[in-house]
Structures are given as structure tokens and as C-alpha cells.
């Protein structure tokens, strides 16, 4: 009765987060409203945090990572402009929640994650909620995963000191990358285009992610 409960609470605390934290703010793209309102975030938090999961704001996952703010997910995700023929590569899997929302309105998802006890759970949840069209890598993804490139679009979620070289090599012709990029302690989320040889990087706001750490990102240390 009590599991019962909760459920239908959490899927009342989705309807407001759509509503109040997406669609109020400037959310208009109805894949990226659907697929947040049909993504049962609270899986993707582990039980010690879970009462936060619709909470406005980023919340811990444990292994010092943490699952990005609603608001940060849907604004990557549309300023991806998805249609459901695009292949895209993720950095950072991490709870894998925005792994879920890419892959309910894209083709296929390719995401990366170095720390495999994150990719092990993210799997799990994914699998348990059905979703087949994502194929995990546990590595540095700063290298980008070459072997299935081109990408049409590509998000990374954790903060990068630059935009890797890998990773716009990797990109389509006509393809879009999000990615937070600056200092470690606070980012701004750059909007990059390619058109044939060229390059467009467009600043869309401020934010603040964990670090990316690899080769073409920050040192662990
Ligand atoms: N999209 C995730 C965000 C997780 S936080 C979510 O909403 O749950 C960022 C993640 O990036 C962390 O899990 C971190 O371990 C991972 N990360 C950092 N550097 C990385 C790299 N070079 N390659 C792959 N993953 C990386």
C-alpha cells in the first residue's frame, strides 16, 4: 500500500516538474516535454537521495558524481533539436537519466562513462524500464568513441577547460555538440555547429557540472 503511494506521488512530482521547471521556463520542444514526463526519474537515484529526485536542482548519486538539474537535461537536450534518425554519443553517462531521455526520442545512443559501477547501474535501470537502443562504454570518452562515428549530435555532461579536438572531429557535417566549457568551478554551455570545414560556437548560459577528467579534459587527480 505504502509502495503504492509513493508511486503515484512521484508520478503527481513529475507532472509539476514538467510543468513548473520545464514548460514554465522555456521548454517548448514536445519530444524533450514527453520524454521527461514519461521517465521515471526516482530509478535513477540511489534510495538515500530519492525523495530529491524532482527536486530543481542537480543531486547527489554517490561516487562524488551527480544526476543533472531537470531544467540542465531539457535544455541540452533541446538545444539538440533530436529527430528520431539521429545517432548521438553522450560523455558522461553517470545515472544514465539523460541517457534514457535521449534514447526515447533519438535512433540510437552511444554513451560513455569512466567509472564502471555508474555504467553497471545506469544498464540496469535502462534495462528495467525496456529502453534497447544504447550501447554502453566504460572509458575516457574526452577521445570520443571513433569506431562508430560520425555522430549527429553530441552532449557532454560534465565540465570540460576546452572543447575537445576528438570530439568536433567526431561530429557530423550539419551536426550539433552541447558542452559546458571553462574554469572548474563554474562553465558556460556552449551551443557548437558544423557546417562542412566550419565551426560555430554560440554561448547559451551559465552552469556549473562536475569535471570532465581525461586526456583531452582535466587531470585526475
Ligand atoms: N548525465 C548524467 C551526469 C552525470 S555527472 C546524469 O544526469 O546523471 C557527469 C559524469 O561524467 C560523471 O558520472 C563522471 O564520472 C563522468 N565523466 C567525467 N569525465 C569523463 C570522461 N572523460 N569520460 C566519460 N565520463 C566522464
Not at 70 to 85: E, G
Not at 133 to 154: A, M
Not at 181 to 188: A, F, I, K, L, N
Amino acid at each position: 500500500m505504502f509502495g503504492q503511494t509513493y508511486q503515484q506521488d512521484y508520478v503527481e512530482q513529475r507532472r509539476r516538474m514538467v510543468r513548473d521547471q520545464l514548460a514554465a521556463r522555456d521548454i517548448t520542444d514536445q519530444k524533450v516535454l514527453r520524454a521527461m514526463g514519461s521517465i521515471p526519474r526516482e530509478k535513477f537515484i540511489p534510495e538515500r537521495w530519492r525523495s530529491e529526485a524532482y527536486a530543481d536542482r542537480a543531486v547527489p548519486i554517490g561516487l562524488d558524481q551527480t544526476i543533472s538539474q531537470p531544467y540542465m537535461v531539457a535544455i541540452m537536450t533541446q538545444l539538440l533539436a533530436l529527430d528520431d534518425n539521429h545517432k548521438v554519443f553522450e560523455i558522461g553517462t553517470g545515472s544514465g537519466y539523460q541517457t534514457a531521455i535521449l534514447a526515447k526520442i533519438a535512433k540510437e545512443v552511444f554513451t560513455v562513462e569512466r567509472i564502471a559501477e555508474l555504467t553497471e547501474r545506469a544498464k540496469n535501470v535502462l534495462k528495467e524500464l525496456g529502453i534497447t537502443n544504447v550501447h554502453f562504454k566504460i572509458d575516457d570518452g574526452t577521445l570520443g568513441w571513433p569506431e562508430f562515428s560520425p555522430y549527429d549530435r553530441i552532449i557532454v555532461t560534465a565540465g570540460a577547460p576546452n572543447i575537445p579536438q576528438a570530439l568536433t572531429d567526431q561530429l557530423a557535417d550539419g551536426g550539433i555538440m552541447v558542452i559546458p566549457v571553462g574554469p572548474m568551478e563554474h562553465q558556460t554551455l556552449m551551443k557548437v555547429s558544423k557546417r562542412g570545414e566550419q565551426i560555430f560556437k554560440e554561448p547559451i548560459l551559465s552552469c556549473r557540472f562536475v569535471k570532465l577528467i581525461g586526456k583531452q579534459g582535466w587531470e585526475d587527480e
